[in-house]
């Protein structure tokens, strides 16, 4: 009974490293797909808000598509690249830092990550609020009229 026993715990342990391994494997094959469809996503979208206001035939539709397409793989490979070039830079920049610099530029470097999230968050609510339109102007104090 006692090999039973033995048996039993390790092929429970054998599935669960499967499972783990299984899980870490499919979030980062997940990722990839889910960047990638966010990007057509947000393609689409914002080329379906442009086609719809200056109402396009489906033949020019049909032409700009692959335009469209060729900008964003394009604009993939820039990102990318401007990516790595910051990336560089921060490196170089780490190499000369004092260590006491070196935590201070790390810390003001996610300062302003966190500040552009904060802002890009503002901004998709303030779409989502208005649309793509902008946001009325605010009436004066007074009540007069602006000009």
């Known amino acids: 009974m006692n090999k039973n026993v033995l048996v039993v715990f390790a092929f429970i342990g054998i599935f669960l490293c499967g499972a783990i391994a ?3 494997l499919s979030v980062g094959h997940a990722r990839g797909l889910v960047q990638k469809k966010a990007v057509e ?7 379906r808000r442009i086609s ?4 396009l035939t489906a033949e020019q539709r049909a032409k700009i598509a692959p335009i ?4 964003v793989k394009e604009q993939q490979v820039l990102r990318k690249d ?15 830092l004092t260590d006491a610099q070196r935590e201070e530029f790390a810390r003001r470097r ?6 552009e999230r904060l ?6 609510e303030q779409r989502a609020e208005h649309g ?16």
Request: no cysteine; proline share 8%.
């Open 22 to 24: 299984g899980g870490f």
């Open 41 to 47: 996503q947000m393609t689409a979208g914002q080329w």
């Open 82 to 96: 401007t990516q790595a070039l910051a990336e560089k830079l921060n490196a170089d920049i780490d190499a000369v």
């Open 119 to 124: 802002w890009q968050r503002w901004i998709k």
């Open 68 to 71: 469209v397409q060729q900008f």
């Open 132 to 147: 793509s339109r902008p946001p009325p102007k605010p009436k004066p104090k007074d009540g007069r009229q602006r000009k």
């Open 110 to 115: 996610e300062e302003l990550r966190e500040s």
């Open 52 to 55: 719809d206001l200056v109402d």
